[in-house]
């Protein structure tokens, strides 16, 4: 049963935005602390940032300042909204709890080239 969808993703040049967007299936989201992870090829995949399910947030400092998490807990969907984006950001986008107890989605792969 999938549970994760996440979408948005695409080619962009640097210093551009994009904003991603995972939808869950399941039914105790509002409860969860939700995450987006990114893997880029060759490394392992990280946390890039993190909102619990009162609003907190918390990011990587990667990426503090310009990457920017959300959700909404009456559609079940949290987003990651991303500008300045940088070639090092170059990587399949997840999201998933945090931590990471639900199956994994495919992702949406986001790159960020000139």
């Known amino acids: 049963q999938v549970q994760l969808v996440e979408s948005g993703g695409g080619l962009v040049q640097p210093g551009g935005s994009l904003r991603l967007s995972c939808a869950d299936s399941g039914t105790i989201f509002r409860f969860s602390a939700m995450g987006w992870y990114r893997q880029a090829p060759g490394k392992q995949r990280e946390l890039v940032a993190g909102i619990t399910s009162g609003g907190s947030t918390n990011y990587a400092d990667s990426v503090k300042g310009r990457f920017t998490i959300s959700r909404d807990n009456a559609k079940n969907t949290v987003d990651l909204q991303m500008n300045s984006l940088r070639p090092e950001d170059t990587a399949v986008y997840y999201c998933?709890?945090?931590?990471?107890?639900?199956?994994w989605g495919q992702g949406t792969q986001v790159t960020v080239s000139s």
């Open positions: 998933n709890t945090r931590p990471p107890v639900k199956a």
